[in-house]
């Protein structure tokens, strides 16, 4: 590309095998660099928006790389809810700081509550540019506007297809490379891994840790996220590891 790069970070790594050939595709994400990109064995290059990725045609290998591209590198999971307003102003508060992912946790709500509940935070979350999944049915999606679906481990055991169409997001909660297997067969779009490192919620559980998810992510050609103690502080480490980044809910909540 005639670019001299100044500040880079590790994307994704993908191995893909086609009826010919097997490729491994080690893809960095470039933050800085000088000169003017240009195809210096005369292939055309040119500009396209992250976004518009999606509408062009390209090699399969290549699909991971671009859910990769358009995913960020935080991931906010949001507490169970209280008071609506109180509940929305924070979650308002977070998109303020940069927040583009949400998944909309409400363990024990009911059903009908979560849904009207859901329908206002996709407002909020779509008036900033950020997608929101939900943490329930799958076919709560389409009914509350949402972007797509964070299924349990759980849910992700008794599936046997994509709950979802291709132009929604399906995200696993995974511990196991077991769970993250059934996850690539699932066609989800990505993973989150824990925990990888100790936390109050669940404090007899023995973390994962760095080495391991970076030994279990080694394997997998879609994003993953470390889930599980960690904080905007431990991105370093996941992108380290072959992570898309961190998905957590104290550190990314404003006030907890």
């Known amino acids: 590309l005639g670019i001299d ?25 470039v933050d ?9 064995e005369g292939q055309p290059v040119e500009w ?8 062009r045609a390209f090699p399969e290998a290549n699909l991971p790389i671009i859910a990769a591209a358009q995913l960020p590198d935080c991931y906010l999971i949001t507490p169970s809810p209280g008071a609506t307003d109180a509940f929305l102003a924070d979650l308002e508060i977070a998109l303020q700081q940069g927040v583009r ?26 008036a900033f540019g950020a997608r929101l999944l939900l943490n329930g049915e799958p076919e709560w999606v389409a009914e509350v506007g949402a972007d797509g679906v964070q299924l349990s481990s759980g849910k992700l055991q008794s599936l046997n297809q994509r709950p979802l169409a ?8 995974c511990h196991t490379a077991a769970e993250l297997q059934k996850a690539l067969e699932l066609e989800a779009d990505f993973a989150l891994l824990s925990p990888i490192k100790w936390t109050r ?3 007899d559980t023995e973390p994962l840790g ?13 994003p993953v996220y470390a889930l599980g103690g960690v904080s905007r502080e431990d991105l370093a480490d996941s992108f380290a590891a072959g992570g898309q ?5 104290r550190s990314l909540w404003p006030g907890m």
């Open 101 to 126: 992912l949400v998944q909309l946790r409400a363990k024990g709500m009911a059903a009908e509550d979560y849904k009207a509940l859901a329908k206002r935070v996709v407002k909020r979350c779509h």
């Open 210 to 222: 760095w080495d391991e998810m970076r030994r279990l992510v080694d394997e997998m050609p879609i």
């Open 201 to 203: 919620s669940h404090p």
């Open 32 to 40: 800085g660099f000088s000169g003017e990109p240009h195809g210096r």
């Open 5 to 29: 790069v100044e500040q880079a970070r590790p994307l994704i790594r993908v191995r893909h095998c086609y009826p010919d050939k097997a490729v491994l595709l080690d893809v960095w994400r």
């Open 245 to 249: 980044g961190i998905a957590a809910i």
């Open 166 to 173: 291709k132009e929604l997001l399906v995200a696993a909660s």
């Open 48 to 55: 396209c928006a992250v976004d518009a990725l999606s509408e």
